[in-house]
C-alpha cells in the first residue's frame, strides 16, 4: 500500500470534490493519481473532475471518479459564465486545481468551495485557501509533484501508476486491425509516434523513417505509426520514405489507442501523448526528448527510458529553437543511438531477444 495518512494534519471533510485540469491528453493523465489517491482518502466523496473535450477523453471509464465535467473550448464569455455558475450550483468542498492557470483560478475562487488547493503563484494565490510551495530545486516526474498538493489533506503517497480504460468493443477494433495486417501475437509489435505539437519536441521525420527500417530489418519487428487530428499527412510522409512499409492505425478514439498500445510490446517516441497513454497500459517505452527536461516527463521505472543528446542548452523549455542552433539537440540525436536504445529493453521486452536474432525477411 503506497497511501499514508499524516495523523498531525487534521481531516478537512469533503463530500464533493473539484479536481481541476483543462488540458492537455498527458497533463491529465498524469492526474489520474491524484484522482485514485482522492478516493481512497474520501470513499464515499463524489470527485468530478473537470477537463476539456478532447483530453477529457482519457478519463472515460476512470473508476475513481463519478463526473468529467467538460469545460468548453473554445469558450465566450456568456459561456464561461454560465459556466461558472453551474459549477457555483454543484457546491463543492473541496477543490484541487492542478491547472494552475488564471482561468483555473478564477473557477476555483468562483466556485464557492471553503477550500481550495493549488501551488502556490502570485497573484492567482489569492484565489486558494490552501497553497504548497513550489520546490524547484528538486525535480521530480510530473505526477509525483502533483501528488504532493494532497499533503495539505493529510494524504501522502508514491503511487503515481495512471489509470486510462478503454471498453472490450475498442479492444475487438484494434483486434480486428491487427488480423487483418496479419500481425499475431507472437510478433514483436512497436508502436512509434512520430508526432508533436511542438516543434522542439520533435524528432526529424527521415530518421523515423530510417528507424522503422531498423526496427524491421533486424529486429523483425511490426511497426505501427500513431496519429491524431491534423497529424495524418505528417505521418504518411514518413511511412512513404521508409523501406519497410508500417501500419498506421485509422482514425480512432484515445480508447483505442490505449487499447493498441496495451497489445504493443514497445512504445518510441516524441514526447506527447500516446506515451503518456503507452505508460498508463503498463507498456515499456523509449522517448526522445528535446527542450523539455525529461526527468519532469519519464517515469521512475527502469522500463521507461529517456534518450536525450545531452547538448549544454539542455533543457531549455522552448517552443521555437532558430539558427544557429535549429534544434540540434533533435537533430544531432542518431538514429543508432535510438536503436541502441531499443535494444536496451531487452530486460522488459522478451521479444527483442528473438528480434536480434532474426533472420531479415523482405516485407512489400
Known sequence: MHQTRNSMIPSIPAERILVIQFRMIGDVLLCTPVVRALRHHYPKSYIAFCAEPVPAGALKGNPFIDEVVIHPRPVTWRQEVAFLRRMRRSRFDLVVDLMGNPRSAVLSCMSGAPHRIAFARWPRSLCYTMLVEHRHEVQDYTAAKRLRLLEPLGIRTTDVAMTM????????AVDHFLRVHGVTSDELLICIDPTSQVVTRQWPGHQFSQLIDLLTEQLGARVCLLWGPGEQAHVEAIAAAARCKPLLNPPWELGHVAALLDRADLFVGCDSAPGHIAVSQHTPTVRLFGAQRSVNWTPPQPQHRAVVAGLPCQPCGQKHCGPPLDIACLR???????????????????????????TPLERE
Open 165 to 172: 480504460t478503454y471498453s472490450p468493443e475498442e479492444r475487438e
Open 332 to 358: 544531432t540525436l542518431t538514429v543508432d543511438e535510438v536503436f541502441a536504445e531499443v535494444l536496451a529493453m531487452q530486460p522488459w521486452v522478451p521479444k527483442l531477444l528473438r528480434g536480434v536474432e532474426h
